[in-house]
C-alpha cells in the first residue's frame, strides 16, 4: 500500500502525528521542530509537538488566529509588510524542521483583501521564505519521504517526477 493510500484511510490525529514525525520527517533526539499553526489546526499541532517530545525532538509551537490574520492583511499599513521579522529569523537559524498546518480557515475571503495587498504580505515573507530553504530544505532532502500528493514541485508549481525507466528524460519532451 502506498503511503497516499495510507494516509487516505481514516486515522486519528494521533495516528497522523506519529507517521508524520517518524516515518515522513523521522525526527532525531535533540533535534529543534518548530510547528507553525492556526487557531483551528490546534488539535493536530498539539499532537505533532507531543509526538516530536516522544522522539527525542524539541518542539516550538507558534499560533497565527484567523481574525489576526485577516485583519493584518486588511488593516495595517502595508509598509508593515515589509519591516524585517528578526525574531522568527532567528528561530529558523536554530531550527531543523518546520512543519506548516495549512493556512486560513476560509480562503475564500482572500478576493475581498483590496488590491495588492496580499502580493505584497507575500513578497515580505520572501526573506523567512529564503532562510528556510537556506537553513531547512537541504539539511532534510534526504531524510524527508513525500506521498504523490505532496512531491517535491518545480519553479512553475508542477510535480516533479523522476523520469523512470519507461519514461524518457524531461529535457528530450516536447
Known sequence: MTMTQQLSKPQSTKQIATRLVNECLRVQPNE??????????????????????????????????????????????EEQYTRRQKGFLSLLDQTDAMIQLGGPKDPSIYPTVAGERTGKMFEGQKAIGDKFLERIGPSRKDRVKTTKRHQPQNHRGKRYRPPTQTQEPASTRP
Open 32 to 77: 529543534q521542530v518548530v510547528i507553525a499553526s492556526w487557531d483551528h489546526t490546534l488539535e493536530y499541532a498539539n499532537a505533532l509537538a507531543l509526538e516530536v517530545e516522544h522522539a527525542g525532538g524539541i518542539s516550538t509551537s507558534t499560533l497565527m488566529g484567523n481574525d489576526f490574520y485577516w485583519a493584518y492583511l486588511k488593516e495595517v499599513p
